[in-house]
């Protein structure tokens, strides 16, 4: 939230001042108050405020104990001015807690319309306005209350006038000005990863705007296909696919996942489950996700403004309903203490066989189990590494153990201890145990789990 928006600038007998400021006095205190509380002392930042010319026309923050100021110095020379040059800045006053980078487009945009108007009209320098009144002031109160109010603006500014009254331009300039959040910048996104959609987009698809891959690749986003496998089931371009989904994911609409699969896989749980284990709401929400038929949503505000819910489409479901009757026999207290039995080096298979086996596993979707707990942070998949240490004692074609070098060259790149096996098989269009057949053909190869 904006705690105060001012424009000062140099003048030619004072030095720096504060020409206007919303809320009155937020800046520079009252003449009959000197002592009154400000967000910043003034006279001890100017100096960051109007700087030197070379730091003008670039956007400057800097902070005081208590608060951020944002702030795009702009000097503009002509033999109309006192000393040739006219030096000012709009600036803006922010919380340290507040993410502060959407507003240096804000105040860059801001300071650098009013350059024009000053470059074409004198907007500026030809306002004799009384301070904290005027045109100016208007446009920075206006600002002000519609950002921190509805996050955008669109302020008409009034025409300058010359000496003799009459206007400068017919033409009305506008201020149109949008806030938009910036969010952290999502993971890359490989061949190997599987999206799940966290917002239902079918009611939003628009065909004429929309981009066609993504109108393509959206019935496939199911959670269980691989991006790989999403391009080929759309006949889209793999790029083109991952740049959509890197737009998805940058706006919340989709969380990446790993391959699902019963053979060497195996998970780990991690510190936030503990979390899991105090919050009885998410220990509900998990009974109803992981039951053969779920009964609830798993998630519920995505950070872009879509809702809905399409976990119900993964195959092997069944609809969302209110409660269903699986669930109903599922207490959270036996989902900890599934999830407490998962340990890294045990496969999945092996672990079902023992919980199937003490009757543990009864109404339980085994996918959307480990989904929920991958999702919510308690579950942790363990990848495997394949690292190939060259050895020279043994000559390839004297060792029937290392023909896999002159058999299969294209996996060399792959066995440097940093390519997991998902994205191998993905990137070579093979299945784990052909990969494994193909490793024990190599010489020197070891397999690292992490």
């Known amino acids: ?264 896989t195996s998970y780990g749980i991690t510190p936030e489950l503990a979390a899991f284990v105090k919050d009885v709401r998410a220990r509900d929400e998990g009974r109803s996700f992981v039951s053969s038929q779920p009964g609830h949503e798993l998630f519920r505000r995505p950070k872009c403004e879509m809702g809905g819910n399409v976990l119900d489409k993964i195959p092997g479901t069944g609809p969302i309903v209110e409660e269903s009757v699986a669930s109903a026999h599922l207490d959270g207290t036996r989902l900890v203490e599934l999830y407490t039995t998962l340990r890294p080096g045990q496969s999945l298979r092996n672990w079902c066989i023992e919980r199937f086996e003490e009757g543990m596993l009864e109404g339980i979707d085994i996918r959307r189990f480990i989904m929920f707990g991958i999702v919510r942070g308690g579950l942790y998949r363990v990848h495997r590494y394949a690292l190939w240490t060259k050895g020279d004692d043994v000559e390839p074609e004297k060792d029937s153990h290392a023909i896999g070098p002159t058999k299969w060259p294209e996996m060399a790149r792959f066995l440097d201890g940093t390519h997991c096996f998902d994205e191998i098989c993905t990137e070579l269009g093979i299945s784990e145990r052909e990969l494994m057949a193909r490793l024990k053909e190599w010489r020197n190869v070891h397999l690292i789990q992490k």
Not at 213 to 220: D, E, G, N
Not at 232 to 246: F, G, I, N, S
């Open 1 to 264: 939230m904006i705690k105060s928006i001012f424009y000062c600038k140099f003048d030619v007998h004072k030095g720096p001042i504060v020409e206007h400021q919303v809320p009155p006095h937020s800046i520079t205190p009252p003449s009959d108050n000197p002592s009154a509380p400000t967000f910043l002392p003034f006279d001890s930042y100017a100096s960051y405020l109007i700087p030197r010319q070379t730091y003008t026309f670039r956007s400057i923050s800097f902070c005081t104990p208590t608060h951020r100021i944002l702030s795009h110095p702009i000097c503009l020379r002509s033999s109309t001015y006192l000393r040739n040059e006219f030096l000012f800045t709009f600036a803006i006053v922010l919380p340290l807690t507040t993410p502060f980078h959407p507003y240096m487009a804000i105040i860059a945009k801001l300071s650098g319309l009013f350059s024009g108007l000053e470059s074409s009209e004198r907007f500026l320098s030809r306002d004799t306005s009384p301070r904290d009144t005027g045109p100016v002031y208007s446009v920075l109160e206006i600002l002000r209350e519609d950002l921190n109010n509805y996050c955008e603006c669109m302020i008409p500014l009034p025409t300058s006038a010359d000496d003799h009254g009459s206007k400068l331009s017919s033409q009305q300039e506008t201020l149109n000005i949008k806030l938009f959040p910036l969010y952290p910048q999502p993971p890359p996104i490989r061949p190997h990863h599987v999206p799940l959609l966290t917002v239902s987009l079918s009611g939003y698809a628009d065909r004429d705007n929309w981009d066609l891959t993504l109108l393509r690749i959206i019935p496939f986003i199911d959670g269980v296909n691989s991006v790989r496998r999403i391009a080929d089931l759309a006949d889209a371009e793999p790029k083109l696919v991952r740049k959509a989904l890197e737009h998805l994911a940058y706006y919340g609409c989709i969380v990446l996942l790993d391959i699902f699969s019963f053979g060497g």
